[in-house]
């Protein structure tokens, strides 16, 4: 019998290669060598999970009633957790009903709403460096990423009057990410009401990816999306329980703002889910309504991370801006280096393992993203590391 061969969609054949292949392969084999190395690549919070949401999940777990199929919108409980987290954070008052949809974590969301809005050949506005996703769905849903650069000069925000006419008349979808990874940027108040401007002169749905907008520093407390006016007619923000909450392993998010977007998106999903088990609903609307305290301590913690990390690295000769918010630190890449090269260097030269910021678009060439998600002592043992191999 001979080998029938299996060939992947063009879809999926016509997907960006993966950039960090090479360097994962490199940090196994530095492991392989007995290497310690310290893991700052990906962004995924090291403390568990706090107590009194596992105690609201071994609870929901006992009950029959959650062993069935969940309701595909979220439970009405959730959706007004949900209502009730944006009132007391942000202000924002939403409709549960119309306004609230559960995801299966917002990369779920993100993921599927370019096949809700965008036809094919349609183009989506996408952030430069930004969250591999927006690229991706945006393929996968046969529409045109327009790539909107993120640089120092311009505060890491995109310049919209920078943006073609043309492009501007074939754009449906805007992705935005504030606080943002990987340059961990916050965006004021006035982009913000920009941003509605454009996007109502423009008939484009802003996406706003708001994953992070409780990791903040200083007591500078980020604004949403949905606080400035008008925005509510032109986008949904979504958000995540995996960074604030530290679950990332759970998968529970949701996405709130304009009805008919919303709903838009709950219609795609409809067909392809079926929601959250509603024990991990029951656990998410504890996390949202009961006490925050785990959250200020998370916040302390990763600020004097980053106090730990941005100290060492300057001492180590390397710029980068203070992070306000977020877990990462969006480094330069010295000169002589590429962010490929370098974070070769750092691999096999300090055993530090970090992600080239050309994994993030374009833009992100010579720069390299370092996560807190490690103990302080490792951070300032990687920046010891880092000063040592440099001065080599
Ligand atoms: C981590 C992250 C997400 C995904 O969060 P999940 O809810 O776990 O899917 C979305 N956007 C950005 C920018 C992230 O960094």
């Known amino acids: 019998m001979t080998e029938q061969p299996i060939e992947l969609a063009q879809r999926l054949k016509s997907l960006p290669p993966y950039l960090f292949a090479k360097l994962?392969?490199?940090?196994?084999?530095?492991?392989?060598k007995g290497v310690?190395?310290?893991?700052?690549?990906v962004g995924d919070p090291d403390e568990p999970t706090p107590n009194n949401i596992l105690e609201a999940m071994h609870r929901a777990v006992d009950r029959p009633a959650n062993h069935q199929y969940p309701s595909y919108e979220g439970m009405p409980r959730f959706r007004e957790a949900v209502a009730q987290w944006y009132q007391t954070r942000?202000?924002?008052?939403?409709?549960?009903?119309?306004e609230v949809l559960s995801l299966i974590g917002s990369k779920e969301g993100i993921g599927h709403i370019p096949l809700a809005f965008v036809n094919p050949g349609e183009v989506v506005l996408v952030p430069d460096p930004g969250y591999p996703v927006y690229e991706i769905s945006t393929f996968l849903a046969g529409g045109e990423p327009y790539f909107m650069p993120l640089t120092r000069e311009n505060k890491f925000l995109p310049d919209l009057q920078a943006i073609p006419q043309a492009i501007r008349e074939r754009a449906r979808l805007m992705f935005l990410n504030y606080p943002n990874n990987p340059t961990a940027a916050t965006a004021p108040q006035p982009f913000f009401e920009e941003v509605v401007r454009f996007a109502r002169d423009n008939g484009i749905i802003v996406c706003h990816d708001a994953a992070y907008t409780e990791m903040y520093f200083d007591g500078q407390r980020p604004m949403s999306f949905l606080e400035v006016a008008g925005a509510r007619d032109v986008g949904v923000e979504f958000h995540s329980l995996s960074k604030t909450y530290n679950m990332t392993g759970w998968r529970v998010g949701f996405v709130v703002g304009a009805a008919p977007v919303v709903q838009g998106l709950?219609?795609?999903?409809s067909n392809l889910d079926s929601g959250i088990f509603q024990a991990i609903q029951e656990a998410g609307i504890e996390a949202m309504t009961g006490n925050q305290s785990a959250v200020a301590r998370m916040r302390a913690l990763y600020q004097e991370r980053r106090d730990t990390l941005v100290a060492g690295l300057r001492d180590a000769g390397l710029r980068c801006d203070t992070p306000e918010a977020t877990f990462y630190v969006w480094v330069d890449v010295p000169d002589g280096y590429t962010s490929?090269?370098?974070?070769?260097?750092?691999?096999?030269?300090?055993?530090?393992?970090?992600?080239?910021?050309?994994?993030?678009?374009?833009?992100?060439?010579?720069?390299?993203?370092?996560a807190l998600t490690v103990p302080r002592q490792r951070l300032s043992e990687a920046a010891d590391r880092i000063r040592k191999a440099l001065s080599r």
């Open 340 to 370: 490929a090269s370098f974070s070769e260097f750092l691999l096999t030269q300090a055993g530090i393992a970090a992600t080239p910021g050309n994994g993030f678009g374009q833009a992100g060439e010579s720069y390299i993203r370092f």
């Open 36 to 41: 310690d190395v310290i893991a700052l690549g």
């Open 90 to 98: 942000f202000g924002v008052a939403l409709d549960p009903a119309r």
């Open 24 to 32: 994962d392969e490199l940090k196994q084999a530095e492991i392989a």
């Open 266 to 269: 709950g219609k795609l999903k």
